[in-house]
């Protein structure tokens, strides 16, 4: 089965520390990965592709296939980085997989 | 350049009517996606069309169907609408082909069914 599990719904953690947001695949074929982001009021928009292998606003992701993860990663938080992050794959014709979305939160 | 534009922002119907929800492109995409975003839930694929073509659809019921313009906009067509399908519902829009980075997102059509 195709599937996205993002298993935190909510993570707080505070300004300047570590951020790990997971993101957990199933799918037999090769995977193309995304990481979206939404601000408040803002549109969904791309932040990252694994293939691209950039950091975007500091933010960084790594393909494991052993573990079939994506998790994204930023080593300082910054209080601009609160949103909602959503972990995609791409399947055939083109169908996006999405998780459930993670909601960051940056404290003070 | 204008962005993927949505309309209307919100839209309140009864159960058992029918809804209808429209969709432009940005200029030269040929590609638009549909996506269901229910409460606490993640982007659910309705539809992807490309040149006037359904391409694919998602684990959906018939009851959700639309269409594709000669310009490239697209319809949502909900009938005999039911409470659950209360959602942000999402449009897309690629070149035909592209991988999903180069999807641009509307801001959505808010359906609530009382």
């Known amino acids: 089965a195709q599937r996205v599990t993002q298993p935190e719904k909510l993570l707080s953690v505070f300004k300047g520390a570590p951020v790990e947001l997971k993101c957990n695949y199933s799918?037999?074929?090769?995977?193309?990965l995304f990481w979206y982001v939404q601000y408040s009021r803002q549109r969904l928009q791309l932040l990252l592709r694994?293939?691209?292998?950039?950091s975007i606003k500091g933010f960084t992701a790594d393909l494991n296939k052993g573990e079939t993860s994506f998790h994204l990663k930023k080593p300082f938080a910054q209080e601009e980085d609160s949103a909602m992050y959503y972990c995609?794959?791409?399947?055939?014709?083109?169908?996006?997989?999405w998780g459930a979305g993670t909601k960051l939160i940056i404290k003070p | 350049e204008a962005g993927v534009t949505q309309s209307p922002t919100h839209l309140i119907k009864t159960r058992g009517q029918q809804a209808t929800l429209r969709c432009s492109p940005i200029?030269?995409?040929?590609?638009v996606y549909w996506y269901q975003q229910a409460l606490g839930l993640g982007l659910q694929f309705l539809l992807w069309?490309?040149?006037?073509?359904?391409?694919n659809r998602g684990n959906f019921p018939p009851r959700f169907s639309g269409r594709q313009f000669p310009n490239y906009s697209s319809e949502l067509n909900v009938n005999a609408l039911e409470l659950e399908d209360s959602a942000l519902y999402l449009c897309?829009?690629?070149?035909?082909?592209?991988?999903?980075?180069?999807?641009?997102f509307g801001s959505g059509t808010r359906l609530t069914v009382v």
């Open positions: 897309a829009s690629s070149l035909m082909g592209q991988p999903a980075d180069g999807y641009t």
């Open positions: 200029s030269g995409h040929t590609s």
């Open positions: 069309y490309d040149e006037g073509e359904e391409r």
């Open positions: 799918y037999s074929g090769s995977p193309e």
């Open positions: 694994h293939i691209s292998r950039e």
């Open positions: 995609a794959l791409q399947v055939i014709n083109y169908q996006l997989i």
